[in-house]
């Protein structure tokens, strides 16, 4: 006698042999026991979780010969059921729908079920695969669906329910099976090693478990080529080496460098695992797992039912779950899962992967926008310059060339030295995570953006010296006002701008003051370092001598006639005026220069 792979062998007879699909053989049972038997069924699910074996035993226990009606159960001893069961009974057809999917065969089909059947109660058609069959042969087998005679029963198994057309799936049950949980195929396999007398570490059954994904018949197959390999004792080591798989304490220790910022390590994991034959594409769906598991034991816990993992697995990926946030965790899945993707199309896959695996690296560096927004990235970065100087010395770009210190030998000193004095809006986020965490109380320095270059530190200095009353006489307060609006237009701040446009200015002593429509807290928010660089400086320009300028709370809002061609909303009231005096909007545009194309007010909209 020929041999019979386990899928076949231990292949369900009954419907309390099914395990995972307890839903769709409890309604199945309780539909026969009620005589409520449809005419048509599609079973839709996952590839090897059981659609064409539950059709076979729902056939056999609608044409069992027991009992004069279907039974619950089928008998599995009688004629009919014995010949289901091997696939050669006359009133139970089983067609492959992907060699056999044109109009033809289903003309051939339809005019069969005119007859009745030759010997059991009802002829039943089983067709896998069904998707594939064409959109010209579902519409002939419409009618036949719509108004079947009594004798006929369609079943029909797929792996695409959506691509059946939705006027055959409103004519039939349809009954959505569920992947085979972990547990479940664990226990399915020990039962089955314990029958087949091999001896299996719960190591090598969770291994199988795993490739299996979800699939009962996928990880019988891996354990019949498992047996085949090492006989009646199935190891760990067997079992990695056929599926191909890195074991998590690899996982483990890429994680581990990631944490410690050690890229070397992470290009020697990769490199030997290499070498050693692993591929790129599984290795980097292996990390989408793992990852996927640590992100799972952060949010719900390490005991979660949502882990259908092994203990061992368990236990590594909590330990992952301590040393990173959710939100580095869930950026490193996300950097994982495009790298999978892109390993998919891309000719040089190893450069890719470690490509992808540096950017774990680097991810936990990256700072969120709301705290780039807030400023406290620039000042911490650039503490450690503060304590070189005095505050006034820090503040002057022409100062701070003057006193850097000499090159050290040290690279990473030098780049960080380098990212304090760069004329861009600011030092590396890398540099600046890097500076907040070695110092987080350090002094808040004063830092210049690179349209506030062009400004003299003679014209940013505030006066702390009274001006004389003779002189502040001569200054006008609407040249000042002009003068300052279009210099926060020439410098980009349309925003700031605005909102002083809008307020009401006075000058008393050496201070020019502006009451703006706005809290004391959006105040402070738009009249930021820089902004208010920029405002001292026209201000100093236009009447010749240092001033000092606050904004404050409390103003009224009106329309001057405005200083330049450009239109500005005068409307302080509508859904576009209360955009643009929000903080959050005003940071936006001030750092990256947004601009606000359209305002959807949603209470306006009730």
């Known amino acids: 006698m020929s041999y019979q792979v386990l899928a076949r062998k231990y292949r369900p007879q009954k419907f309390s042999d099914v395990i995972g699909q307890d839903h769709v053989t409890r309604t199945l049972k309780n539909a026969i026991e009620q005589q409520r038997i449809a005419h048509g069924y599609i079973f839709s699910g996952h590839r090897g979780i059981g659609k064409t074996t539950i059709a076979r035993i729902l056939a056999?226990?609608?044409?069992?010969?027991?009992?004069?009606?279907?039974?619950?159960?089928?008998?599995g001893v009688c004629d009919s059921c014995r010949e289901i069961r091997a696939g050669n009974a006359v009133d139970v057809i089983e067609i492959d729908a992907a060699t056999n999917r044109g109009i033809d065969e289903v003309r051939e089909l339809r005019e069969a079920a005119r007859y009745r059947p030759a010997r059991d109660r009802f002829k039943i058609w089983i067709l896998d695969e069904a998707h594939q069959i064409t959109d010209a042969a579902f519409n002939a087998l419409l009618k036949t669906l719509e108004e079947p005679p009594s004798h006929v029963i369609f079943m029909m198994a797929t792996t695409q329910p959506e691509d059946i057309p939705q006027t055959i799936r409103s004519r039939c049950q349809h009954f959505s099976f569920h992947a085979v949980s972990f547990d479940d195929i664990v226990g399915q396999l020990r039962d089955?090693?314990?029958?087949?007398?091999?001896r299996a570490d719960e190591v090598a059954l969770s291994m199988l478990a795993e490739a299996g994904d979800g699939s009962m018949r996928d990880a019988l197959s891996i354990m019949d080529q498992a047996i085949a390999s090492c006989g009646d004792a199935l190891s760990a080591e067997v079992v990695r080496g056929l599926v191909g798989t890195v074991g998590s304490?690899?996982?483990?220790?890429?994680?581990?460098?990631?944490?410690?910022?050690?890229?070397?390590?992470?290009?020697?994991?990769?490199?030997?695992?290499?070498?050693e034959g692993q591929s790129a594409q599984h290795f980097a769906r292996q990390m989408v797992r793992f990852l996927r598991n640590a992100l799972v034991a952060k949010v719900a816990g390490a005991e979660s039912p949502l882990l259908q993992i092994s203990s061992d697995e368990r236990a590594r990926v909590s330990r992952v779950a301590e040393r990173f946030s959710e939100e580095d965790l869930t950026r490193f899945l996300q950097i994982m899962l495009r790298t999978h993707s892109d390993l998919g199309y891309k000719q040089e896959q190893r450069f890719h992967l470690e490509l992808g695996l540096l950017k774990l690296v680097h991810a936990q560096r990256l700072l969120p926008l709301e705290q780039l927004l807030s400023g406290e990235v620039a000042r911490s970065a650039a503490a450690p310059a503060r304590s070189a100087g005095s505050p006034a010395a820090a503040g002057s770009p022409a100062s701070r060339s003057a006193s850097a210190p000499p090159r050290a030998s040290n690279p990473e000193a030098s780049h960080s030295r380098t990212a304090a004095v760069s004329p861009f809006k600011g030092p590396s986020p890398f540099e600046a995570d890097r500076s907040r965490k070695s110092e987080p109380k350090a002094e808040v320095p004063e830092f210049h953006e690179p349209r506030a270059e062009a400004i003299t530190a003679t014209a940013i200095a505030v006066a702390e010296e009274p001006v004389p009353a003779t002189e502040i006489a001569e200054i006008s307060i609407d040249a000042l006002r002009n003068d300052v609006l279009a210099a926060?237009?020439?410098?980009?701040?349309?925003?700031?701008?605005?909102?002083?446009?809008?307020?009401?200015w006075s000058l008393h002593g050496n201070e020019v003051s502006v009451k703006v429509a706005m809290s004391q807290a959006m105040c402070d928010v738009a009249l930021g370092d820089v902004p208010k660089r920029n405002v001292s400086a026209a201000i100093a320009k236009s009447a010749g001598k240092p001033l000092k300028f606050k904004m404050v709370s409390g103003g009224a809002q009106f329309s001057p006639k405005p200083t330049s061609s450009a239109p500005r909303p005068t409307n302080g009231a509508g859904a576009r005026s209360r955009a643009m005096s929000d903080p959050v909007v005003q940071r936006m545009q001030e750092k990256f220069g947004a601009e606000i194309r359209s305002v959807i007010d949603h209470k306006d909209r009730g």
């Open 60 to 75: 056999m226990a609608l044409n069992c010969r027991s009992t004069d009606h279907p039974v619950a159960e089928p008998c």
């Open 192 to 198: 089955i090693a314990k029958q087949e007398g091999i």
């Open 249 to 275: 304490d690899i996982l483990e220790d890429i994680m581990d460098a990631v944490a410690r910022n050690s890229s070397e390590d992470v290009l020697r994991t990769v490199d030997r695992l290499l070498v």
């Open 488 to 504: 926060l237009e020439e410098a980009g701040q349309q925003m700031l701008a605005h909102n002083l446009e809008t307020g009401e």
